[in-house]
């Protein structure tokens, strides 16, 4: 799991390099704009838009906004993060990876034969979440009933603790992207009243329009990571909660056979005739 998130870190921060890459290469060609006098409306592609912040100097000349456009492909590659780790954990938490229906069907034959030493074998081989509850369960046996649900329950919960706590990445993820989308929308504004003041009060539109899309901008980033992710989140936590206790309650229901049976209750004593007289 580790190994994952490293990689996709990795690939984060590859999406971020490239951008900026594309951002100064954009930086470099873009020819100069005419005075504010007799400067139009500039228009731009999705991309100017969407993956570049840009801002206008008093003079008219369009540059790039460097803190803007490294707070919009950070969260860009979040958003990489985010789908890849939706769909690891998706794959990873599937009915055949937590209560396979072939190999409960297999150990219930096996159970049913008394053949438990080959349940063990079994169990110890297979790495389905129902094969290890089973597995740690009938390892304690020998010590009685009361021994085998105690490790049953211990090993479910450990083993469901540490499958909640990897997906909680993406509930980390929901949680802070729209925190640093709000850094950019704050950002943002700080550069748009700034152009206010350069101007003394009376800024040109066009002069407040880049702080003003890149605090839009970084808002609707922060949204595009942290919706999916937390969307993800209570999904998956959801169906690891149901598939989770129904393997638990199917081994615990096969491991049952080693319940002690009621001792029967003594009947009524029964009354003695009366000696004659």
Known sequence: MRNVVRQIVVL???LSAIGFGAAAAGQSDEPSVEPRSARTPATGSFADH???ARKTDPNGEQSVEMIGSLIIWFLLGLSVVSIGLIGHMALANQRKSIVPPAV???VRR???GGNYRGVLDFTAKDHSFFSQVMHGGLREANHGFGAVIRSLQQTSDELTSTRLRQIEYLNVLGQVSPMIGLFGTVYGMILAFQAIVT???NADPILLAGG???ALTTTFWGLVVAIPALAGYAIIRNKIDELTT????AAEGLLNQFRPKPAAKPGPPEAKPEARR
């Open 199 to 201: 101007a003394g009060g």
């Open 50 to 52: 969407f993956f570049i």
């Open 12 to 14: 984060c921060l590859l």
């Open 212 to 214: 003003i899309s890149t």
């Open 104 to 106: 409960v069907e297999q």
């Open 246 to 249: 129904e393997a638990t309650l």
């Open 110 to 112: 096996l159970m049913a």
